[in-house]
């Protein structure tokens, strides 16, 4: 079995994969100070609850975006799962010619998640990812990845918030229930959603316009499906679009291993 690692700067989400099977997923969060024996004890604990044994997993990829944990993941892949984890970065067969002026910038989930919407749902298309930071990757007919942008993500954005205001406290994201709040969480809880969604639409339909073509926005990450209930670009919700992208690396660079 495979076991791909997503690190962001928040969270971690682990997918175990037998050949092209997710047997299970699961997301824990992301410390720099955790050691090799920490994540892979909590590792191990976790596909237990999932019935999969520390021996069955005979592979590990990473995509990871916070470098300082590099080491201490290679670390745990060797001594827990017997593997030479592979690292998502320069060197490695993707299957998608990189079009940024610096191919090293591009953060490894973006490529990941770009060459998993490609497979998924071919080319044009552009991938909304939100976590840590809202991104937005641009791929073109000939399944070039060409850039994108970034903005602050939504959980940055209410942290910012409830930082700068004083009589402002933290909110929990939801839709609201009117579009003119009522009280101070209401009317946060609309200006957060509603302007995350236009947002999205807004950038989505100027990429669309560069970009040219008919390209699908495919959305991800952990509140895609909210953000997408509401948006008027986003065509498809896959929470799990990075695990899918891993898996395909994993496969076009160690085709012999299941």
Same mark, same amino acid.
């Given at each position: 079995?495979?076991?791909?690692?997503?690190?962001?700067?928040?969270?971690?989400?682990?997918?175990?994969?037998?050949?092209?099977?997710?047997?299970?997923?699961?997301?824990?969060?992301?410390?720099?100070?955790?050691?090799?024996?920490?994540?892979?004890?909590?590792?191990?604990?976790?596909?237990?609850?999932?019935?999969?044994?520390?021996?069955?997993?005979?592979?590990?990829?990473?995509?990871?975006?916070?470098?300082?944990?590099?080491?201490?993941?290679?670390?745990?892949?060797?001594?827990?799962?017997?593997?030479?984890?592979?690292?998502?970065?320069?060197?490695?067969?993707?299957?998608?010619? $990189?079009?940024?002026?610096?191919? @090293? +910038?591009? =953060?490894?989930?973006?490529? !990941?998640? &770009?060459?998993?919407?490609? /497979?998924?749902?071919?080319?044009?298309?552009?991938?909304?990812?939100?976590?840590?930071?809202?991104?937005?990757?641009?791929?073109?007919?000939?399944?070039?990845?060409?850039?994108?942008?970034?903005?602050?993500?939504?959980?940055?954005?209410?942290?910012?918030?409830?930082?700068?205001?004083?009589?402002?406290?933290?909110?929990?994201?939801?839709?609201?229930?009117?579009?003119?709040?009522?009280?101070?969480?209401?009317?946060?809880?609309?200006?957060?959603?509603?302007?995350?969604?236009?947002?999205?639409?807004? $950038?989505?339909?100027?990429?669309? @316009? +560069?970009? =040219?073509?008919?390209?699908? !926005?495919? &959305?991800?990450?952990?509140? /895609?499906?909210?953000?997408?209930?509401?948006?008027?670009?986003?065509?498809?919700?896959?929470?799990?679009?990075?695990?899918?992208?891993?898996?395909?690396?994993?496969?076009?660079?160690?085709?012999?291993?299941?």
């Amino acid at each position: 079995m495979l076991l791909a690692l997503d690190v962001g700067n928040t969270n971690i989400v682990i997918g175990v994969f037998d050949g092209g099977d997710l047997k299970t997923h699961f997301r824990v969060s992301t410390a720099q100070n955790r050691t090799a024996d920490e994540y892979g004890h909590s590792i191990i604990s976790l596909l237990g609850y999932s019935g999969i044994k520390q021996n069955d997993v005979t592979d590990v990829i990473i995509s990871t975006v916070v470098p300082p944990i590099t080491d201490t993941l290679r670390e745990m892949a060797h001594r827990y799962f017997n593997s030479d984890a592979i690292f998502v970065g320069p060197g490695i067969k993707i299957g998608m010619n $990189i079009k940024y002026e610096n191919p @090293k +910038e591009v =953060g490894a989930d973006r490529i !990941v998640n &770009a060459v998993a919407a490609i /497979a998924l749902y071919g080319a044009p298309v552009i991938v909304v990812d939100f976590g840590t930071a809202t991104t937005f990757c641009a791929i073109n007919d000939k399944s070039e990845y060409l850039g994108g942008c970034i903005a602050p993500g939504i959980g940055i954005s209410i942290e910012a918030l409830f930082r700068a205001a004083a009589r402002l406290s933290r909110v929990e994201v939801r839709k609201p229930d009117n579009l003119i709040g009522r009280n101070t969480v209401e009317s946060m809880q609309s200006g957060i959603y509603y302007g995350f969604v236009g947002q999205v639409d807004e $950038i989505s339909r100027r990429i669309k @316009k +560069e970009l =040219g073509g008919n390209p699908k !926005v495919i &959305a991800t990450g952990g509140l /895609a499906s909210l953000i997408a209930a509401d948006s008027a670009t986003i065509d498809e919700v896959q929470p799990l679009l990075t695990l899918e992208g891993l898996r395909l690396i994993h496969k076009r660079n160690r085709p012999s291993v299941v």
